[in-house]
């Protein structure tokens, strides 16, 4: 079945740790996004990339840092900078961008204590 | 910059009644909407999507959205709900390039029996 895939469901860390969370598409979508959520918040856009070894930042990209190596995979890793990174992190991808709908991963709940 | 406004924070609906779920955007061209429906700790999931022409959209699980583009919104509405549909759901507009999505914060549905 083709579709996105975020691992793990759920993360916990340290405070001052890195972390990495992973996200993979088997849609053979050009551009994928990371989104964080809290609650109340609705979804703010991370970074997003729209072909390999190319990426942009989006609102809130201030501590977190993105790879683009594959067209397939997106991993988002929240550095220690991010002062508040306990959240709900969605994964999405789409043929391209531009006026193309998003597909969603099922997300990571990354709690840092 | 494109905005999007969802009035009402949580909705409370009996089963088998009307629904409509308001959405107002800010966007100086054309926009391109969505709605999606999160269930708890999941995912995204499209509902419909408007990009141009009739500006009345039909989407799945029964649901329909209006453009309207003198108000500037984007109504969700579902003639009969089920307990099912209890869940989040959000509009969200794209700017037309190749940034990612801009969310409003959500409306929670609650179905009473």
């Known amino acids: 079945d083709g579709g996105i895939t975020q691992s793990p469901k759920y993360l916990f860390r340290k405070e001052g740790q890195n972390v990495t969370l992973s996200c993979e598409q088997n849609?053979?979508?050009?551009?994928m996004y990371w989104y964080r959520q809290d609650p109340g918040q609705g979804l703010r856009l991370i970074y997003y990339?729209?072909?390999?070894?190319?990426?942009q930042k989006g609102d809130i990209a201030e501590g977190y840092s993105v790879s683009r190596e594959k067209k397939e995979s997106f991993p988002l890793t929240v550095t220690s900078a991010q002062k508040n990174p306990t959240a709900f992190y969605l994964c999405?991808?789409?043929?391209?961008?531009?006026?193309?709908?998003?597909?969603f991963g099922p997300g990571t709940r990354l709690t840092v204590t | 910059a494109q905005s999007v406004t969802q009035p009402d924070i949580h909705i409370t609906v009996s089963e088998g009644a009307s629904l409509e779920l308001r959405c107002n955007y800010s966007?100086?061209?054309?926009?391109?909407l969505f709605w999606y429906v999160q269930s708890p700790g999941q995912g995204l999931q499209l509902l419909l999507k408007?990009?141009?022409?009739?500006?009345l959209v039909q989407g799945i699980k029964g649901f329909e959205a209006e453009f309207k583009r003198s108000q500037s919104s984007f109504n969700l509405r579902k003639p009969s709900v089920h307990w099912s549909d209890a869940a989040e759901y959000f509009c969200?507009?794209?700017?037309?390039?190749?940034?990612?999505?801009?969310f409003g914060k959500g409306t929670h549905l609650i179905i009473q029996p």
């Open positions: 999405a991808s789409s043929v391209a961008g531009g006026s193309y709908e998003q597909y």
């Open positions: 849609l053979n979508h050009d551009a």
């Open positions: 990339s729209q072909i390999v070894n190319d990426f």
């Open positions: 966007y100086g061209a054309t926009p391109y």
């Open positions: 408007y990009f141009s022409g009739d500006t």
């Open positions: 969200a507009v794209l700017g037309g390039g190749a940034d990612g999505l801009t």
